[in-house]
């Protein structure tokens, strides 16, 4: 209900800060796939916080690092995920 209240005003970008955290499974498939036709259809920015590696791959098309409030690595997914420039990047994206 709050993404429909968000959604209705039209907003240029969308902030989500854990949504999938605490919903199971089959929901959180189906909102993944909400997600994903609303960023399509509206052509939105949606900056999604996550302390999730699948979410993130499943759902980012960039994704930034942020480890202890400092930018870790910003960039593609892909580049993100297959080459983080340091250990402790290494370690947080699943290397």
């Known amino acids: 209900m709050a993404l429909a209240r968000a ?18 499974q089959v929901n959180r498939d189906r909102f993944v796939a909400d997600l994903r036709a609303i960023h399509k259809e509206n052509n939105l920015t949606i900056v999604h916080v996550t302390h999730s590696r699948e979410e993130a791959l499943s759902l980012a098309t960039r994704v930034a690092v942020i480890i202890d409030g400092s ?12 080459k983080p420039p340091n250990r402790k990047v290494g370690r947080f994206v699943g290397h």
Do not use: H, K, N
């Open 7 to 24: 959604l209705v005003t039209e907003p240029d970008i969308l902030l989500l800060d854990e949504p999938l955290s605490a919903m199971d």
């Open 71 to 82: 930018l870790e690595q910003e960039g593609e997914r892909d580049e993100v995920f297959r």
